[in-house]
């Protein structure tokens, strides 16, 4: 990993010697543990992520960093991205919509930019964008209110309808990175092997569980009012 040293007026140290000036500072725990990338402090095995606005990369951080750019701020480099995974049950997607979409694979994640919403599928390439239509999203969307918390380009829709699945999410977008990632790593052949397949359902079976299941409000028959969802 590239070292960014703060722009303070002094010239950066070369990366040798830095290297080194690191290794005889640091606890032997410490130089093999993960560091905030933006503050070098050590973290914990399970941590927080930004997301780099400009690259779309997502980096290391600590909790005090991951504060500084909780919500959607104004002219902000980076955002902190959500760690709520939610299992929409009751989300609403007829074949035509899904056919619409004319993806390749059964998989896509769908989230909002400034600029309006982007599609990708995973592929053993990589991340695929597909072009997304403005009334194809406009259409799911009204039917399914929830997407409009999404918070812009940290939270993505996750869809998987891979075999006969029907699973939707509402996911921090370090997770559909996550699932991307495996598909890269694992995929052999036109098929994907077997291993690639058993990624593949581990990594869902694990979403379902880290997931509250959120089902739409309804109107309660006595008050009139609205229920509350499931969080």
């Not at 390439?125 to 999203?137: T, V």
């Not at 891979?162 to 995929?187: F, M, N």
């Not at 990594?203 to 299941?213: G, P």
Request: glycine share 6%; charged share 25%; net charge negative.
């Amino acid at each position: 990993m590239t070292a960014n040293y703060p722009d303070n007026g002094h010239i950066a140290p070369p990366p040798l010697r830095a290297l080194r000036r690191f290794a005889r500072t640091q606890p032997i725990e410490q130089a093999s543990a993960e560091h905030c990338e933006l503050c070098g402090e050590v973290l914990a095995s399970e941590h927080r992520h930004l997301l780099d606005l400009s690259s779309r990369a997502c980096l290391c951080a600590c909790d005090a960093c991951t504060l500084l750019f909780a919500g959607e701020r104004q002219q902000a480099r980076y955002r902190a991205i959500p760690r709520r995974v939610l299992l929409l049950s009751d989300f609403q997607l007829g074949e035509a919509q899904w056919e619409a979409l004319m993806l390749p694979v059964n998989m896509v994640y769908i989230f909002r930019t400034a600029q309006g919403a982007r599609a990708f599928y995973p592929s053993p390439a990589g991340a695929m964008e597909s072009l997304l239509g403005l009334e194809q999203w406009q259409g799911i969307l009204a039917a399914n209110p929830v997407l409009e918390e999404m918070e812009k380009d940290v939270e993505a829709l996750l869809i998987n309808r891979v075999r006969e699945q029907r699973e939707y999410y509402l996911a921090p977008i370090d997770v559909c990175y996550q699932l991307v990632g495996k598909i890269r790593l694992h995929w052999r052949g036109l098929s994907g092997g077997q291993e690639a397949w058993e990624e593949i359902r581990a990594f869902f079976e694990h979403l379902q569980v880290q997931a509250t299941i959120y089902t739409r409000p309804t109107r309660s028959p006595t008050d009139g009012g609205e229920q509350p969802c499931q969080r």
